[in-house]
C-alpha cells in the first residue's frame, strides 16, 4: 500500500472503520452506513482508505469513479463522497493530500466532483485553494483535470 494511505480491505472489522469514520465527522452530518463500509471492503478500492502519520490514523476519504454521471456527461469522473480529518489533526495538510493523492493517482480523469455543504467555510476554503470551482449555489464544485 501506498505510505501512509490503507485501504479499507486490509484495516479489519468494518466496525472499527465505521466507529473511526464518525469520530472523524466530529459530530457533522455523517450518513454513511455499515453496509456501504463493508461492500467498500469488499471491492477493495484504492479510493476508500485511512490517512496515517507515524502508524497513527488520522482521516478518511472515500472516492469513486462515476460511472452513472460518466454516462450523462460522456466524461470520465471522479467523485470524492467523503473526506474527514481527526480534529487535532487538521489544518495541517492532511485533507490536501488526500485529495492530490486521488487526483494524481487518477490523472486520467476529466472532471473531479463533490458536493459541501455551506456552512463548512474550511471545506469551502480547501477546495478552493485545490482548483475546484462552485457551480451550484447548494454545494456542488467541479474541478477539470485536462
Not at 472523524?24 to 454513511?32: A, D, E, T, W
Not at 484504492?46 to 482521516?59: S, W
Not at 478518511?60 to 474527514?84: C, D, G, L, T, W
Request: with cysteine; glycine share 8%.
Amino acid at each position: 500500500s501506498i505510505r501512509g494511505y490503507r485501504r479499507f480491505q486490509g484495516l479489519g472489522s468494518d466496525d472499527w472503520i465505521f466507529n473511526f469514520m464518525k469520530n472523524c465527522m466530529g459530530g457533522s452530518v455523517f450518513r454513511c452506513q455499515l453496509e456501504v463500509i463493508n461492500k467498500l471492503i469488499q471491492l477493495g478500492s484504492d479510493l476508500a482508505f485511512v490517512l496515517y502519520q507515524n502508524n497513527q490514523p488520522v482521516g478518511f476519504m472515500i472516492s469513486h469513479v462515476n460511472e452513472k454521471r460518466n454516462k450523462q456527461e460522456n466524461k470520465n469522473v471522479i467523485y470524492i463522497e467523503e473526506i474527514a480529518i481527526l480534529k487535532k489533526f487538521r489544518n495541517k495538510g492532511y485533507g490536501c493530500k488526500a485529495i492530490e493523492f486521488v487526483l494524481n493517482k487518477y490523472n486520467s480523469m476529466d472532471i473531479a466532483r463533490l458536493h459541501v455543504f455551506r456552512h463548512n467555510e474550511v471545506a469551502y476554503r480547501l477546495y478552493k485553494k485545490l482548483g475546484f470551482n462552485e457551480i451550484k449555489s447548494i454545494g456542488y464544485w467541479i474541478k477539470s483535470l485536462k
